[in-house]
């Protein structure tokens, strides 16, 4: 059995353990230890296209925001305007919140991407959602 430290941080483990014997013939055996650390909360998807749209236009889409255990949403936080997230509801503790976005195209033709944090009770630093959309003339 290997167990990985609580402290582990999220991401991907891949690495391997040499195994000691006491054979004469097979010293060391090379064990391949594979492992995905999920983060206390999560965000899907965390990157979320919104389409091509014309200026002032209006389009909304759900993320689901998951726990290891139930939490609040405290704050969703954008780094700029033209995104609104209705957090109605995630002030109840849940192991899963389901969020409407929605993005109100700019005026102006070209690209918007929006990057926004997703604060709870579990992880203040929590996880990043990445919306982009498509502003045509």
């Known amino acids: 059995v290997v167990q990985l430290d609580a402290k582990a941080p999220p991401g991907y483990i891949k690495d391997n353990l040499l195994l000691v014997t006491t ?3 097979l010293r060391q055996i090379p064990v391949m230890v594979e492992a995905r650390i999920l983060p206390e909360v999560t965000v899907t998807p965390d990157a979320l296209f ?5 200026p002032g236009q209006k389009v ?7 726990g ?13 305007d033209g995104i609104e ?3 109605a509801g995630a002030d109840t503790p849940r192991p899963m919140h389901l969020v409407p976005v929605t993005i109100t195209a700019a005026e102006s033709p070209g690209a918007m991407v929006h990057k926004a944090i997703i604060q709870t009770d579990l992880s203040p630093s ?3 959602l990445n919306s982009y959309a498509v502003v045509e003339p």
Not at 72 to 77: E, F, M
């Open 68 to 80: 290891k255990k139930p939490f609040v949403i405290r704050s969703i936080t954008a780094d700029r």
């Open 50 to 54: 919104l389409g091509v749209l014309k």
């Open 126 to 128: 929590g996880p990043e």
């Open 85 to 87: 997230f209705d957090t």
């Open 23 to 25: 054979s004469q013939q």
């Open 60 to 66: 909304t889409r759900n993320v689901v925001v998951r």
